[in-house]
């Protein structure tokens, strides 16, 4: 709100993006059991439209004056930047996400800041280099879709597990994210482990030699940002 507010109105996300994350995580606890992630996972659908053609924009959208401001208004600020904090508190822990709110609350208490001293607490807080992965968020347009895949063995089980990321509108790019990936194998419990993807191909070794797969997902949780599709099973 009014604590930290953003400069112009081109950073307006860092207001309208934050909001909706907060409000599920109060809900989350003023009404225990209920399935309150449920309204924000649908703001991420609406984004997902959007940043699947080639019309989107960035989240980050210089703009040159007041008259232009509506065209901030829409579900990449609305869907895209929530699910993407919410990807950026998974990415570098809950401990570190919360300890750079408190941070960057006290420090610009009533002023205004922009989106890279947001990044400069983040950093502060989990001791981490996080520049790149604010530039493939924040400052591009567009989503990776991504795949899970893998090749099996004679008694098939998988091996060489993989995930697989392309750009959605073609242009090559990739995206840092880090996600938790699910199998449920035919006998056995399911399994589930995080994986940092960092670029096109990356494997997922924990899940080599395991039983069988019947069903696999790579954005177990929705912590991701994406098109995350089921495998051809």
Request: zero cysteines; charged letters at 25%; proline letters at 7%.
């Amino acid at each position: 709100g009014d604590r930290v507010t953003m400069p112009w109105f081109g950073a307006r996300w860092l207001k309208e993006g934050f909001a909706n994350p907060m409000a599920a995580k109060a809900a989350e606890v003023l009404v225990p059991g209920q399935p309150v992630w449920n309204a924000f996972h649908a703001l991420k659908t609406a984004a997902y439209r959007t940043d699947a053609t080639p019309g989107t924009t960035p989240i980050l959208r210089p703009l040159q004056n007041l008259s232009a401001a509506k065209s901030a208004y829409g579900n990449v600020v609305y869907g895209k930047a929530p699910g993407v904090l919410r990807q950026a508190e998974y990415y570098v822990g809950a401990a570190a996400f919360r300890s750079a709110v408190r941070q960057l609350v006290r420090k610009h208490a009533y002023a205004a800041t922009d989106w890279t001293d947001r990044i400069a607490a983040l950093e502060r807080a989990s001791k981490r280099d996080l520049k790149a992965w604010a530039q493939a968020w924040v400052a591009r347009p567009g989503m990776p879709e991504v795949r899970l895949d893998w090749d099996t063995d004679r008694e098939g089980r998988p091996r060489n597990v993989v995930l697989e990321q392309r750009d959605s509108l073609g242009e090559g790019r990739s995206w840092p994210m880090k996600l938790r990936v699910f199998a449920l194998p035919g006998s056995g419990p399911p399994r589930s482990n995080d994986v940092l993807l960092r670029n096109e191909r990356t494997r997922v070794t924990r899940m080599d030699g395991m039983p069988e797969i019947e069903f696999a997902f790579a954005n177990f949780g929705d912590y991701g940002y994406g098109r995350f599709l089921l495998d051809p099973r």
